[in-house]
């Protein structure tokens, strides 16, 4: 016994199920057999052959007959008429003269057999002839017949007479010589006969009769030596049967072209009395046959209508979507229900009427942008997150739709439109960074987030952008980036070389971008696309809250700084005197940077490179005063070797706005060249006893913080001023002496040795005599050869003072969120998730964002939804489709109530959707375009079930047809579009009405004919789902948007082997669906589910639908791809256009329902690989084809034949694109050599000469 759950099992019930069409039971309709079926031709050609029954004797001796005989019959009263005559043509059997001459040309071929093959011949020919000289009272018809006959068959006769004429020389007294006589007695019309024919100048035609032989080396045909009379006598069979074709044919269009001349010759006004009065009867007696033949009908009518009382289906109004376009200078206008529209006139010219449903108020709101985001999730991983800012388009970006058949796009989006760039900013003035090496470490506190796998490298995850004076700084300009992640912090460390640009103030217009914010700015996206392996980092920190933003930068060999002096500004690019060429006690030095000036410094270090610095301060400055510098100013150490450079320092203080200052040290004064005090001083290179010293002074950087305000920034640089620190000399370096103590040094050398000079100098004053006298050198002036500055800062989110902007990057371009505080906001924007939801709706997948331009709070909208239907998901389950309005930045959900009215099946099928927009409703919103007013719809999961959209319109409302004693024949097809041209009554406050796409949902009256088939179909299953019939003919009967049905018993999913499940696959009919895949046509999930209920309730109790054992489904389209190379004819020079053209036949030839509406959609069954290959090869563009392959979808399996897998499958053609077709280009073309054109194998005829070559024959 077989195993019930074996998938691999065929059902053993081989079927393809029920259309609509092939529903109809041509026995139902009454008119199929008629109790008197016979026409008006009829009954002319039955009056004509009883005349020539009706006989009569005629004694006169001028109307005897041919053979002399006085009797007559009735006939030339008839068979002069022209609708008399062509009524004969018109029921003329062609099929007698074909059947009995091929009955002649099977006889044994004798002399006598080529006789009777000649006479019937020229029986066709009298027989056309008759017609020809009948038909002088009908001049339209003889005239197309003599015309055929004369451009066809003028070379017949003397064909024929060739004939006879060779075959009595051939067969000399086998074969009569042809008789002129008898040819003169057919006296034939002028149309058979060439211009001056002569019996007597035919010449026999004896070549006829010869027979040829094809010789086996050379191929050459060759006249047969001594053929016997047999074979001569087959030789003509060929040419007879030709001739005897082109005749027939003749014959054959005049019998087709007859009914269409039959009707015009009723309306001749010179019919024979007699004729015009047996015409006029038949016609009135039409109509007592009439009622004759509606005995079936009556008897139909009398057991359904009068003993049933069942009646036809009455008809079922059309209603189309008008949207409307309000008057320039008209804000709001309300439409009553039941206002009346013209849709131009019916078939009887009487005006068609459609009517409102209801009223409604029209105003300014109309969609302008349309725009989508999906979030990709597998297995509860978002793999990516794609938008769309150009929904309405073919890739997402505003691409023009290509699709003529199905214009539609991606109502929710999905992962074919372009991936989103989606991030956060941290905007501060800590990140001015001008020059030098720079640092910037962003610490993120945060809770929520979820760790990468181990041994991912979290950097490559992460794009930086650093906002630079002429564009974005990238990572490629960097030095270094880096990202550490920990259960709590998220760390980004980023270095600059001394060569990448500065770092500046946020600029829209050079970095083509908004951001709201013009502090420099450090962009952060999540990296498109994600690196291989990794899934999108949003789906790790989508649910991460920001605790704390810590941003640390550090500089050193900032040396972008404005310096001056008391004498005025000083050019820092090169060597300068800080303090003058001769500076004093309180010489100022001024140090100022915009850059430093407006941070919160967490160190800041003053570096100054001084030149030519004595090496001991106390022996340069020795000659200047007798004891020593450091002994006037008391301020030197004794056991200091040099005393005095510890005796130069300053004071220093910050200056801030409205002249305040503040001491950096009030207490302590700097040293100029001495460590100590938070100065470090080291020796670059010594010459001589000049030295090159870098001082680094680490000054309070708390005392120096934000020293420049916003107010004075523009100013910054004019003068010393905020911003700056001042360094005040203490000790001045003895400019003020020098020129005293050189005079008198002098005057104690010109008087040395023999004069002391008692306050002068001498290198040994306790010799006697003293040493010489000191020459005193110049005074040292300070000169810096470099001034910079290292600092570093600390900004803290917590700390109000040192504010960080931090902003959400939002999907598309421009669109962000300035949050008020990171802090308790997430990380990245919120996308995946409805954040005032839990549970059912919490989650976000797909989205549509719809901006209004015109709208006002408070007002109503109407929104026209126009989809391509059955373009969703058929398999999955309908998601929840849920609405929301954009206020300050945040989605706000509509309540219940204010989405007043949603025909579309939560955007499944085309409808309209109606909100009271509440008044909170705002522009100005920075994640979209603030310039519209924005809702949205969206859906949990399953986005790929919502039908994909054609367009959206607003001012929507719906009207149905009214019936004013219209014809109806427009409910059989959907009234087209832009046929309501306005208003019965214009309406000045309108601009335009609009009714852009075709009326749904009307049915004609039910036809005679479906009301007996659905009343049989009713007396056989009795309203009760039990066998196959009963199943199929339930559904065609109530859904009349469903076109096929197959049952499929004892069925579960792949399963053909399960008792007690009942499967029904339905083809739904695609004329009366928008936009649809016509070559792969599904009923959307709910449509399903209303017939899986309806057959719930008419089914057995042992197929129950609450244990799920009833299966509505789909077809299983099973997808044929084919590959293969293809020359084209040498003709062919558009070789891509005609590569596409083949594809686009091969999917027409497998799949012929899509476009011709008579053609069946069949399940099961079977695709040869040799069809399809033949099929290609008959293309006239088509040369050869080389390695064929037939495969399924996603198989690389070549195979000669593919068959339906299960019972429901449909086979259909793979779409265009994926169909391999390539082109043999001229290197790959191989020309034939030696090419035998004739007698070749699968030419020749075996038994014909041919010899099959010896195969065995040795080298």
């Known amino acids: 016994m077989q195993d019930a759950s074996d998938d691999n099992q065929k059902h053993p019930l081989i079927r393809d199920g029920v259309s609509q069409r092939q529903r109809m039971a041509p026995a139902l309709d009454p008119s199929l057999v008629k109790v008197d079926e016979r026409t008006v031709e009829d009954f002319l050609v039955f009056a004509l052959e009883f005349s020539r029954q009706l006989l009569y004797h005629n004694h006169d001796p001028r109307m005897q007959s041919g053979s002399g005989s006085d009797l007559h019959d009735w006939e030339p009263f008839w068979n002069r008429d022209p609708s008399v005559v062509i009524a004969s043509i018109q029921k003329t059997n062609p099929l007698i003269e074909k059947e009995a001459f091929y009955a002649a040309l099977d006889e044994p071929a004798t002399p006598g057999q080529l006789a009777s093959l000649i006479q019937l011949l020229y029986a066709l020919i009298e027989k056309t002839d008759t017609w020809l000289k009948r038909l002088t009272v009908e001049p339209d018809f003889r005239s197309r017949l003599s015309r055929m006959v004369a451009a066809n068959l003028q070379r017949l006769v003397p064909t024929l007479v060739a004939v006879e004429k060779g075959a009595a020389i051939v067969f000399d007294g086998l074969y009569p010589f042809p008789d002129k006589r008898s040819l003169e007695q057919k006296r034939l019309s002028g149309e058979w006969l060439p211009a001056g024919f002569s019996f007597d100048a035919v010449e026999p035609n004896t070549g006829i009769f010869n027979v040829f032989r094809t010789e086996a080396l050379s191929g050459n045909l060759l006249l047969a030596p001594n053929p016997s009379e047999e074979e001569r006598l087959q030789a003509v069979h060929e040419p007879l049967a030709k001739l005897f074709t082109e005749a027939y044919n003749i014959y054959f269009q005049a019998i087709q072209l007859a009914p269409a001349y039959f009707r015009q010759t009723l309306e001749l006004r010179d019919h024979e009395p007699h004729v015009a009065l047996f015409i006029s009867f038949l016609k009135l007696y039409a109509l007592l046959q009439e009622d004759l033949n509606r005995m079936a009908q009556r008897h139909l009518d009398f057991f359904y209508r009068e003993v049933l009382q069942l009646k036809e289906k009455p008809l079922k109004p059309d209603h189309v979507h008008l949207f409307f376009e309000l008057a320039r200078q008209v804000d709001e206008h309300e439409l009553k229900g039941q206002l009346r529209f013209v849709a131009g006139a019916d078939d009887t010219g009487q005006e068609r009427f459609y009517t409102l449903d209801e009223d409604i108020v029209l105003n300014k709101a109309a969609p302008e942008l349309f725009r989508t985001v999906y979030i990709d999730r597998k297995e509860g991983v978002i793999e990516n997150v794609y938008a769309a800012p150009v929904a309405n388009s073919e890739d997402g970006l505003g691409a023009e739709i290509e699709d003529e058949e199905k214009p539609s796009w991606k109502t929710l989006g999905g992962p074919a439109m372009p991936p989103v760039e989606i991030g956060f900013v941290v905007a501060s003035r800590e990140m001015l960074l001008g020059d030098g090496a720079r640092k910037i470490t962003l610490t993120l506190q945060m809770t929520g987030a979820e760790l990468l796998p181990a041994g991912s490298d979290i950097s490559s995850s992460f794009d930086v952008f650093l906002s630079g004076a002429e564009g974005w700084i990238d990572s490629t300009q960097l030095q270094s980036f880096t990202v550490e992640q920990s259960a709590g912090s998220l760390i980004f460390r980023i270095s600059l070389g001394t060569e990448a640009p500065a770092v500046a103030p946020f600029d829209a217009e050079t970095l083509g971008e908004q951001l709201g914010t013009s502090l420099p700015v450090l962009k952060i996206l999540l990296r498109q696309p994600p690196p291989e392996g990794l899934p999108f980092a949003y789906h790790y920190f989508r649910q991460a809250q920001v605790d704390n933003i810590i941003l640390e930068t550090a500089v050193i060999g900032h040396s972008n700084l404005s310096l001056f002096s008391d004498l005025g500004p000083i050019d820092p690019t090169k060597p300068f005197q800080p303090f003058g060429p001769q500076p004093i006690v309180g010489s100022g030095f001024y140090i100022g940077s915009s850059e430093a000036g407006q941070k919160y410094l967490d160190t800041a270090d003053l570096v100054l490179e001084w030149e030519q610095v004595p090496e001991n301060f106390t022996d340069y400055y020795h000659g200047y005063v007798k004891g020593g510098l450091d002994d006037v100013v008391g301020a030197g150490d004794a056991d200091n070797e040099d005393p005095m450079r510890d005796e130069f320092v300053y004071r220093a203080k910050v200056i801030r706005a409205e002249g305040e200052e503040a001491l950096l040290n009030p207490e302590e004064k700097w040293k100029l060249f001495v460590s100590g005090n938070e100065v470090e001083v080291e020796v670059l290179e010594t010459i001589g006893q000049r030295q090159a010293l870098r001082s680094v002074t680490s000054w309070d950087a708390g005392k120096l913080a934000r020293s420049l305000d916003e107010e004075h920034l523009a100013d910054f640089g004019l003068l010393p001023g905020p911003g700056f620190v001042q360094l005040n000399l203490l000790r001045d370096f003895e400019h003020d002496l020098y020129p005293s103590a050189l005079a008198r040094q002098m005057i104690a050398k010109g008087k040395y040795p023999t004069s002391i000079v008692s306050d002068a100098v001498y290198l040994d004053p306790d010799a006697t005599p003293p040493g010489e006298p000191v020459i005193p050198r110049e005074p040292y002036t300070p000169s810096i050869r470099s001034a910079s500055m290292n600092y570093s800062t600390r900004a803290d989110a917590r700390v109000a003072a040192q504010s960080l902007q931090f902003i959400h990057l939002h999907p598309f371009e421009n669109t962000y969120e300035v949050l008020d505080s990171a802090i308790g ?435």
């Open 825 to 1259: 906001n997430r990380l990245l924007p919120v996308l995946h998730e409805n954040e005032s939801k839990s549970g059912e709706g919490a989650n976000v997948e797909g989205s549509l964002c719809i901006g209004l331009r015109g709208l006002k709070p408070k007002q109503s909208l109407s929104l026209l939804f126009q989809a391509a239907e059955n373009t969703g998901d058929t398999e999955a389950d309908e998601p929840k489709v849920h609405w929301q309005y954009l206020a300050g930045n945040r989605w706000v959900d509509f309540r219940e109530e204010q989405v007043v009215q949603d025909t579309t099946k939560g955007l499944i099928t085309s409808g309209i959707v109606v909100f009271a927009i509440p008044k909170e409703i705002a522009l100005g919103n920075t994640i979209l375009p603030g310039d519209l007013h924005w809702i949205r719809a969206y859906v949990a999961e399953n986005s790929s079930v919502i039908s994909e959209m054609i367009n959206i319109h607003a001012q929507a409302v719906r009207a149905t047809f009214q019936d004013n004693g219209n014809s109806l024949n427009h409910l059989a097809q959907p009234l087209p579009a832009e046929s309501i041209a306005g208003l019965e009554a214009e309406d000045p406050a309108l601009d335009s009405v609009n009714q852009l796409y075709p009326s749904f949902g009307g049915r004609p009256p039910e036809s005679s004919l479906a009301f007996y088939t659905r009343i049989s179909e009713r007396l056989r299953h009795k309203g009760r789902a039990i066998t196959l019939f009963d199943y199929e003919r339930l559904v065609l009967d109530a859904f009349d948007d469903i076109y096929k049905v197959k049952c499929i018993s004892h069925t579960r999913d792949g399963n053909v082997r399960a008792p007690g499940h009942v499967m029904v696959a339905i083809v739904p009919d695609f004329t009366k669906l928008k936009a649809v895949n016509r070559k792969e046509p599904k009923a959307t999930r709910g449509r399903l589910r209303e017939i899986r209920d309806y057959l719930g309730g008419l089914n057995t109790p042992f197929v129950g639908a609450n244990q799920d054992w009833l299966h509505v489904v789909n077809p299983d389209y099973q997808r044929i791809v084919v590959d293969f190379r293809v020359r084209f004819r040498p003709d062919v020079t558009a070789v891509e256009f005609h590569k596409t053209k083949l594809k686009e036949s091969i999917v027409r030839f497998l799949s012929p329902w899509s476009y011709d509406d008579g053609a069946e959609i069949s399940f099961g069954g079977r695709a040869f690989k040799s069809s399809i290959l033949d099929f290609v090869e008959s293309q006239p563009y088509v040369d050869y084809v080389t390695e064929f392959k037939m495969m399924e979808q996603g198989t690389s399996d070549d195979v000669d034949v593919i068959e339906a897998a299960t019972p429901r499958s449909v086979l259909a053609p793979a779409p265009v694109s994926e169909m391999m077709v390539r082109e043999i280009t001229d290197g790959q073309h191989c020309q034939p050599e030696n090419p035998v054109f004739r007698d070749t194998l699968g030419y020749q005829t075996l038994g014909s000469g041919f010899e099959p070559e010896d195969n065995n024959e040795q080298d």
